[in-house]
């Protein structure tokens, strides 16, 4: 789910927000290609947690996997930083349809214990404490469509209904252990986490995405 305010020049040729509305701390751009009916954007940020709250909530409620695997989610892509490119096709420059194919890379990490781990997998942890460090990195494809409004010569309204599809992924988790042992116990407790969240991924989760956008153009 996304929406915010955001500030452009001329009809959106950039866009830069002046407001995020809970979600994600975010930069946009947005290029429209004067002689063709295509434009260009692109998008780096911040994931707040309020954003992979929803995205859990969304995820869980349509069973696409459990709760300790949505806690492995949340950790792993704690306060992440995320980059989306894009092109798309669109009606007009001002207002009309429009729809966009984008490419989006996400990267966090954070800490998550071991009980929640084993409840998500059942791998083997080495002994020792029960809190690990954990990352997390996803590469998705987006596809958008949806309509825009411009309002008297100086606001443009975005409507927004798509999907996203994670394709692949990277997860690891690490702590400090004593011993080649406990070393080799928790490198394939990485190496089994990052399978498990890769299939997940991959397989269960497609994630709708309902936005809103307002710009104002000066």
């Not at 954007?41 to 707040?48: E, I, K, P, Q, V």
């Amino acid at each position: 789910v996304d929406g915010d305010v955001q500030a452009g020049f001329n009809r959106s040729s950039y866009r830069r927000p002046a407001h995020v509305a809970g979600v994600s701390d975010k930069q946009d751009g947005y290029f429209h290609v004067e002689t063709l009916p295509l434009f260009l954007r692109a998008r780096y940020g911040r994931f707040l947690s309020p954003y992979t709250e929803a995205m859990n909530s969304i995820a869980e409620g349509f069973d696409f996997y459990n709760e300790a695997t949505g806690d492995i989610v949340a950790e792993s892509l704690r306060n992440a930083n995320y980059f989306e490119l894009g092109i798309g096709w669109e009606q007009s420059a001002t207002e009309g349809w429009y729809v966009d194919l984008g490419y989006n890379y996400v990267k966090g990490g954070g800490q998550v214990s071991g009980s929640t781990l084993l409840a998500a997998n059942g791998i083997t942890l080495p002994a020792g404490g029960n809190l690990y460090d954990i990352e997390g990195e996803v590469h998705s494809v987006s596809l958008r469509g949806g309509y825009r409004w411009l309002l008297a010569e100086t606001w443009t309204i975005w409507a927004t209904l798509g999907v996203v599809k994670p394709m692949d992924s990277t997860t690891s988790i690490d702590r400090d252990v004593s011993g080649p042992l406990q070393r080799a116990l928790l490198d394939a407790a990485s190496r089994s986490i990052d399978e498990y969240m890769d299939d997940v991924y991959k397989n269960d989760v497609w994630i709708p995405v309902i936005g809103a956008t307002a710009v104002y153009n000066f």
